[in-house]
């Protein structure tokens, strides 16, 4: 799980020592002394408490501490990394165009939401958007698919995504924002 070899893991062994061999092999990021002062706080306290660790490696532990009674305390370490890819997947589906992969209205108005709370007096925000005419006539003279494949996907979001700047905002029903732009005539291009 954490690489440890059998000489560093054997029983008997210092926490501290099998935080720093986790250092050295780059599972580790914390302070050792921090972490165990911490982890006595928590013990101390007679409470369970979780900590989250994310390795170096991409790895997401879930470290369920429960204090035992007389002193001590019981370690769980659970490998979360794929529940973890899955809660960001679907909250990357919830707020964009599974077609497009383009931020959909709802990422849109938080963002817009968001801007509009910062932005202020004297700064610029644009709000550009796009009507292709006709092209619900292609989708019915052609059908979805067709429709999805010439237009929205491959023709028109890719143009749009790749000609807006890092800042610009896009969604799949084509509005445009961009925020604290300093040259707003250019939001246009």
Avoid at 78 to 103: K, V
Wanted: hydrophobic fraction near 35%; proline fraction near 4%.
């Amino acid at each position: 799980m954490y690489g440890l070899s059998a000489e560093i893991a054997r029983p008997g062994r210092y926490l501290r020592d099998l935080l720093v061999h986790r250092i050295q092999t780059g599972n580790f990021s914390e302070d050792p002394d921090d972490y165990i002062a911490r982890l006595k706080d928590g013990i101390a306290e007679g409470a369970t408490f979780t900590n989250i660790a994310n390795l170096a490696d991409n790895r997401v532990f879930s470290i369920v501490n429960r204090p035992i009674a007389g002193g001590g305390w019981l370690a769980t370490h659970e490998d979360i990394t794929e529940r973890r890819r899955s809660e960001q997947q679907i909250a990357h589906m919830a707020r964009h165009d599974t077609l497009t992969d383009l931020p959909n209205r709802i990422l849109l108005r938080e963002t817009l939401e968001h801007e509009l709370k910062r932005v202020s007096r004297g700064e610029c925000l644009a709000v550009l958007c796009l009507d292709l005419n006709q092209f619900k006539s292609v989708n019915d003279a052609l059908g979805h698919p067709a429709g999805d494949g010439l237009g929205t996907r491959s023709a028109v979001a890719q143009r749009r995504y790749g000609a807006l700047r890092r800042q610009g905002r896009q969604a799949r029903h084509l509005p445009v924002l961009r925020a604290r732009d300093e040259h707003p005539h250019e939001s246009a291009t």
